[in-house]
Structure formats: structure tokens, C-alpha cells
């Protein structure tokens, strides 16, 4: 099993071992999906080490500091600057058009 986080900003996806609590905004695949997910075009995919593939060497803990950067972006909940919002005046009714269709004999 893997998690998969997005984070548009940064047009990047990370693909890293299953989260271990409930986090909106990511996905949890099979290996099958995991590995055969991929990204559009111009966008960069962080593939980190699961349970089921381990890595090949040590140090792999910048890689996962840098996961934990992306995911912590993608969840941010900045406040956004209020919308300012002027009154729009009363449109007037519009008066109906005249019928456009006409009963044509045979």
C-alpha cells in the first residue's frame, strides 16, 4: 500500500509509504496502482520507499523530510485575503419577446 499527495502549487506528486492517519487531499493506492500511477506532463512524481519495496540503501531520510515538506504544503489552510464585494444594482425585468414561432397550415 502507498499514499498518494498532490500538491498543485509545486506541480509535484509524492508517492511514499501508506499514511498512517486520515488526511484529506491524498489517496491511499495498491502496490499495482502505485506503481503504475503516473503524472501529466511537466509535473515532477517523488517516488519514496514502501513497505512492500524497500530501498536499496540507507539515507533516505532527506527524501522523506522532503516528502514531509510537500505534503505539509499541500496542507496549508492560509487564510485568503477577504473578497471585497460591491453591490450589484437590481437588473429591471425584462419584458418578454414576442412569440417567434407561428402555426403555418398544411
Known sequence: MATLTYVYADSTAVLGPLALSVVPGTYDLCIRHAESTSVPIGWEVIR???????????????????????????????????IQQTPVPPTPPETPAP??????QD
Do not use: N
Not at 532527506?62 to 510537500?70: E, F, G, I, Q, S
Not at 412569440?99 to 403555418?104: C, I, N, T
Open 48 to 82: 519514496l520507499p514502501t513497505d512492500a519495496a524497500p530501498a536499496p540503501g540507507e539515507g533516505d531520510d532527506d527524501l522523506m523530510a522532503l516528502a514531509d515538506a510537500v505534503r505539509q504544503i499541500g496542507l496549508r489552510d492560509d487564510e485568503l485575503p477577504p
Open 99 to 104: 412569440p417567434r414561432l407561428r402555426v403555418v
